[in-house]
């Protein structure tokens, strides 16, 4: 996986899709850090986005789910959001946002790894 040209070592590019890493990301950084996912996918025309999530509290789950509907402004009609948690809490939240992008017509799944989400970008 190599790093993208963007300011932030947190988003990654691997195989057309963006990865984007929000392991302990303070607050103050998930706005920022959301427009330049959204940005980058809009502009290079990528087709999917991996959201890794952290050990996030509620406010910064809350803040991506929010920020990042950004993406249905922005991207493709055939891009994929894939959601991956990596505790109980934030599956949790992950599995909400899933069901509302989903209704609100972006292909959004949720995974409990990225190994099953890269499975999902492979059977395209």
Not at 2 to 23: G, H, K, M, P, Y
Not at 72 to 98: C, H, N, Q
Not at 101 to 122: I, T, Y
Request: charged share 25%.
């Amino acid at each position: 996986m190599e790093a993208t040209a963007t300011a932030s070592s947190r988003i990654r590019n691997d195989d057309a899709r963006l990865q984007v890493d929000l392991t302990a990301c303070s607050l103050e950084e998930l706005p920022a850090l959301c427009a330049e996912f959204a940005a980058f996918c809009a502009t290079t025309r990528m087709h999917g986005g991996v959201l890794k999530g952290g050990d996030e509290d509620l406010p910064r789950c809350l803040a991506v789910r929010d920020l990042l509907k950004i993406l249905m402004l922005v991207v493709p009609p055939d891009f994929r959001l894939a959601l991956v948690p990596s505790t109980p809490r934030t599956g949790a939240i992950y599995r909400r946002t899933e069901a509302e992008f989903r209704a609100a017509g972006l292909n959004a799944r949720f995974f409990e790894s990225e190994a099953l989400a890269a499975q999902w970008f492979g059977s395209a």
